[in-house]
Every structure is written in C-alpha cells, then in structure tokens.
C-alpha cells in the first residue's frame, strides 16, 4: 500500500471546518450527549457565543492557555473551537492524575484560567486558589447571549491544544498541536477509517488525550458523521448504545476491549451496525482481537502518540483478520522509517504534517529533518505493513541476546490463565538482565505449590512456563514469576513498566 499525498482543498483553521459544516447541513446531528443532540449549526452558534465570551467576559487573549478539568462534555469541544477562533490554546488535564500531577501541569504551561464541569467543581475550584487563577464553570461559557461576534484571529501554525504526554518514560510534556498539526491529523483518519456523512462514531474515551479527542471524533465532525459522546467509559452504558443508538464505529484500547468482554450483556449484544472497532494501542492482546472477530467485529489498530496526532499508521477492516498483530500501513501524508538495526527491527521515526513541532514552550519534538522519534521498535514486513515488538527503554539484552518483551507478553495474554501480564528486565551478575514476568492471574491459579526442580514453583508458574518452552526459544524464558493484583497504568490502557520496576525494587508491585 503506497502513501497518498494530503488534499489540496483541507481548511485552513478549525473555524473553516465548523462553518463549513454547519453551511452545507445546518441541520444535521453532529453531537449527542446527555440524551440531548446538537446539529452543527447549534454547534457553530455555541461556538461563536463562546468565543464572545471567552474574549470580553473571561479576558482571554491570543496566546493565552485555558486549562479544562471534567469528564467528556460537548462544550469541551465548543470551548477547543472557540479557542481556535481566538487564537488561544486548549489544556485538557487527565482528571486521573493526582493533584500534585496538575500542578506540574499547570506551572508549565501558566494557563489564564481554568474551565471545568460540575463534577469537577470541588477539585476545580481548589486548583484555581492554589494558583490564583480564575475558574469557570463550563455551564456559563453559554448560559446567557455574550456581546458582539468575535472575529477570527487563527493561523494554520497557531497552537490551539496543548497535551501533556502520558509520563511513562519521564516527566510529562505539553505537545503544541497547531490548527495545522489537527487538521492534517483529522485528514489522515478520515481516509484510513472510510469515514462520511453516514457515520454514527461513538466516543466514550476521554478526551484529554489525543486518542479519544483525535482519532475519531474530531475526524467525524470533519467527515459530516454524528458522534455519541459519553462522559466517560462504562462498559454497559457502551453495550447499551451500540445496541440501541447503532454506531458504526467506535474508539477502544486493550482495558476497555476486555471490560466490554467481560460483562454480562456481552453475548446478547448486537454488532451487526459496527462495521470496525478501531483501537489505540501499539499492541493488542490476541485474545481480546479473537473475542472481537467471534462477534463478526473487525478490530483495526491505530498506532501513533500524543506528538504525532496521534494518527499516524492504520490497519484497515479488509486486514484486519490476516494482519491481526499488525499496526498497518502509513496514513495519509504520513512517511515512517526504521532507524537500521542488525535483527531487522528498529526504533520507529515518524514525520508529517501532524506531527508537532515544539512541546510548550519551545523545546524541540522533532530532529532537525522533522523526524519525531516514537521510542517504539518494530519491524516492517514485505508488504509494507509494521508490527511494534516494544519500547526502546523495554528492550531486555540478556546474555547478549536482544529479548523484545511485547512478544512473550502476546503469548502469555493468549494463555487462560492470565487475564494481564508485563516482562521487564532485572539486573543479574551473569546474565546482565533476566527476565521477570509480572502476571494478574484468572481465577484461584495461584493457590496450588508444586515442586519443579531446586525450585518451589506454584501450579501457574509450572504452567505458564511450560506453554512458553513450547513457543518460544530458551533464552526469552522469564526466570521469575511474581503474581499481581494489577498493573500500574496510564488512563489509555498502557503499563507503567518504569513504576512497575520501581515497585518491584521496593516490594509494593501489586
């Protein structure tokens, strides 16, 4: 599969896209949220009364960083439009992190002021004091007519949504999406995902990160689609609107994918209308793709980060069964390239027009070609396609072998007696590194000693070693088992390994 080039004909800014809908279909739905729709002329009408306010009521200026703490809100988009139509700049905080975790974010990037939902009002309310900033409830940002129309001060390479990186390697970092960054973004999955007018998207990931925000929805109001907004994920509420409100696509990684599984309404749910379930994650577990295709479902993965749009390659619904494993193609306008490496696999380096140039407030994301270098490894098949094997940081070089972790953790996954599982490298005088398989088991697995050897292993740890003997060579073997309650995670799914090595070292995994 080759790489098309970008249209010619995109809009320039986030304004051109919303008064280009509500133009041409006024009255079609493009928002549903708490049982009420929004077509895409309300949409733009919001907007604009937004904007008015947001400029002559909460004093907000081009530049200026306005913070939103809250579950999923359709005012949540307004407020990002507005934004855009005055050049100013939208910064979603994970309301998972701890408090101290937003102050970090908010020293950084020094917001005007703060927005929030009322189920956030109380934290909301406390963050504003400790840093003197003004706070508003995003109930007001139209409650009332606000004076004049505010006209447009957008650029294409204005920043209109700052994201903070999910901190699994490091200290988080704000990455500067520009209009230009968006828009090309939403071009990307709009052609990789077939998306038009006909599309009902339902999004019930957040839209804090680019994943919730930019692979689905935000594509879907380029596309004319309507999307089901939820304030976040519930996995009945989710089977009780694919059933009843008939979406033909939706947004999932790995933990939501197995919640969904796991519950009861799963087996009497209808699908027929689902024509892909598109998931965020370098990675997907082999069982939860199976589950998925037993109910006639096609699971495409999307791979990219919070830098890079985070669209960037595609696995399409006709590859989906014969490239299961598989992150796909390069999306649209995007070039990917393997730094070289001597088994064929290689970090990933990603460059296009989505991907962002600065994290806040002007540290460079990319190299000096504009390469962004994801950390990730993979290898590129004959047909194009890339499969990711790991992290960089994860890779384990045990007694001179390279050992990519996302290979075993795969089998592992497929085995039943594990509902999750992570391999991570501990320090050895011999070996350099072994490795440790740090497993959330199924069951009363662990309940059961057998004798295997010098060793006193359980039932599970006899068991899982076995089946991975049977697949893989000797030396990728894990020589320790540790069985966990959970795994640390990011609120997209990811483990945590760094945490989860510190927690292992101290003695608090799990």
Request: with cysteine.
């Given at each position: 599969?080759?790489?098309?080039?970008?249209?010619?004909h995109?809009?320039?800014?986030?304004?051109?896209?919303?008064?280009?809908?509500?133009?041409?279909?006024p009255?079609?739905?493009?928002?549903?949220?708490?049982?009420?729709?929004?077509?895409?002329?309300?949409?733009?009408?919001?907007?604009?009364?937004?904007?008015?306010?947001?400029?002559?009521?909460w004093?907000?200026?081009?530049?200026?960083?306005?913070?939103?703490?809250?579950?999923?809100?359709?005012?949540?988009?307004?407020?990002?439009?507005?934004?855009?139509?005055?050049?100013?700049?939208?910064?979603?905080?994970?309301?998972?992190?701890?408090?101290?975790?937003?102050?970090?974010?908010?020293?950084?990037?020094?917001?005007?002021?703060?927005?929030?939902?009322?189920?956030?009002?109380?934290?909301?309310?406390?963050?504003?004091?400790?840093?003197?900033?003004?706070?508003?409830?995003?109930?007001?940002?139209?409650?009332?007519?606000?004076?004049?129309?505010v006209?447009?001060?957008?650029?294409?390479?204005?920043?209109?949504?700052?994201?903070?990186?999910?901190?699994?390697?490091?200290?988080?970092?704000?990455?500067?999406?520009?209009h230009?960054n968006?828009?090309?973004?939403?071009?990307?999955?709009?052609?990789?995902?077939?998306?038009?007018?006909?599309?009902?998207?339902?999004?019930?990931?957040?839209?804090?990160?680019?994943?919730?925000?930019?692979?689905?929805?935000?594509?879907?109001?380029?596309?004319?689609?309507?999307?089901?907004?939820?304030?976040?994920?519930?996995?009945?509420?989710?089977?009780?609107?694919?059933?009843?409100?008939?979406?033909?696509?939706?947004?999932?990684?790995?933990?939501?994918?197995?919640?969904?599984?796991?519950?009861?309404?799963?087996?009497?749910?209808?699908?027929?209308?689902?024509?892909?379930?598109?998931?965020?994650?370098?990675?997907?577990?082999?069982?939860?793709?199976?589950?998925?295709?037993?109910?006639?479902?096609?699971?495409?993965?999307?791979?990219?980060a919070?830098?890079?749009?985070?669209?960037?390659?595609?696995?399409?619904?006709?590859?989906?069964?014969?490239?299961?494993?598989?992150?796909?193609?390069?999306?649209?306008?995007?070039?990917?390239?393997?730094?070289?490496?001597?088994?064929?696999?290689?970090?990933?380096?990603?460059?296009?027009?989505?991907?962002?140039?600065h994290?806040?407030?002007?540290?460079?994301?990319?190299?000096?070609?504009?390469?962004?270098?994801?950390?990730?490894?993979?290898?590129?098949?004959?047909?194009?396609?890339?499969?990711?094997?790991?992290?960089?940081?994860?890779?384990?070089?045990?007694?001179?072998?390279?050992?990519?972790?996302?290979?075993?953790?795969?089998?592992?996954?497929?085995?039943?007696?594990?509902?999750?599982?992570?391999?991570?490298?501990?320090?050895d005088?011999?070996?350099?590194?072994?490795?440790?398989?740090?497993?959330?088991?199924?069951?009363?697995?662990?309940?059961?000693?057998?004798?295997k050897?010098?060793?006193?292993?359980?039932?599970?740890?006899?068991?899982?070693?076995?089946?991975?003997?049977?697949?893989?060579?000797?030396?990728?073997?894990?020589?320790?088992?540790?069985?966990?309650?959970?795994?640390?995670r990011?609120?997209?799914?990811?483990?945590?390994?760094?945490?989860?090595?510190?927690?292992?070292v101290?003695?608090?995994?799990?």
């Open positions: 599969m080759s790489t098309p080039s970008l249209s010619d995109a809009p320039a800014v986030l304004d051109d896209l919303l008064h280009a809908r509500a133009q041409e279909a009255d079609s739905p493009a928002v549903q949220f708490a049982d009420a729709w929004y077509s895409y002329g309300k949409l733009a009408r919001r907007t604009e009364r937004a904007a008015a306010r947001l400029a002559n009521e004093g907000v200026r081009s530049g200026d960083r306005v913070a939103w703490l809250g579950f999923n809100h359709v005012d949540q988009l307004v407020l990002l439009f507005a934004l855009g139509r005055l050049g100013a700049i939208l910064v979603p905080l994970n309301y998972r992190l701890a408090p101290a975790e937003w102050q970090a974010v908010l020293a950084d990037c020094n917001p005007h002021c703060l927005a929030f939902d009322e189920s956030w009002q109380s934290q909301a309310g406390e963050l504003a004091r400790s840093r003197a900033l003004a706070a508003y409830s995003v109930e007001s940002l139209i409650a009332t007519p606000a004076p004049g129309p006209v447009s001060v957008a650029r294409p390479d204005s920043p209109v949504l700052l994201v903070y990186t999910s901190g699994t390697t490091g200290e988080p970092k704000g990455a500067a999406h520009t230009a968006l828009l090309a973004n939403m071009l990307a999955a709009v052609s990789a995902q077939a998306l038009s007018r006909d599309d009902t998207v339902l999004t019930v990931l957040p839209l804090f990160h680019v994943g919730g925000l930019c692979i689905q929805t935000l594509p879907a109001l380029m596309a004319g689609a309507s999307v089901l907004l939820h304030p976040r994920f519930e996995p009945g509420a989710t089977l009780a609107a694919i059933r009843d409100h008939r979406p033909t696509l939706t947004l999932q990684v790995p933990a939501t994918m197995k919640a969904m599984i796991d519950h009861p309404d799963w087996p009497g749910t209808d699908f027929t209308t689902l024509r892909a379930v598109w998931a965020g994650s370098s990675v997907l577990p082999a069982a939860l793709v199976d589950a998925f295709l037993q109910r006639g479902i096609a699971v495409c993965n999307v791979y990219g919070t830098e890079t749009g985070p669209f960037s390659v595609a696995l399409p619904p006709a590859q989906a069964a014969s490239h299961a494993g598989s992150c796909g193609w390069p999306a649209l306008g995007v070039e990917v390239r393997l730094a070289a490496s001597a088994d064929g696999v290689g970090e990933v380096l990603l460059r296009s027009p989505a991907v962002v140039r994290y806040w407030p002007d540290r460079p994301a990319v190299d000096a070609e504009g390469w962004f270098h994801s950390g990730d490894l993979a290898r590129r098949a004959a047909d194009g396609s890339y499969t990711i094997v790991g992290r960089a940081k994860d890779m384990i070089i045990s007694g001179g072998e390279n050992i990519y972790p996302a290979e075993i953790e795969q089998l592992l996954a497929n085995h039943p007696m594990v509902a999750e599982c992570a391999i991570v490298g501990l320090p005088a011999r070996w350099g590194e072994v490795l440790a398989a740090v497993v959330v088991l199924k069951g009363e697995n662990c309940q059961y000693p057998a004798e050897g010098d060793e006193l292993l359980s039932f599970w740890e006899r068991e899982l070693s076995d089946w991975l003997q049977q697949r893989i060579a000797r030396y990728k073997l894990p020589r320790r088992w540790i069985a966990v309650n959970a795994l640390p990011t609120a997209l799914g990811k483990v945590q390994k760094a945490v989860l090595m510190r927690q292992l101290e003695g608090t995994a799990g």
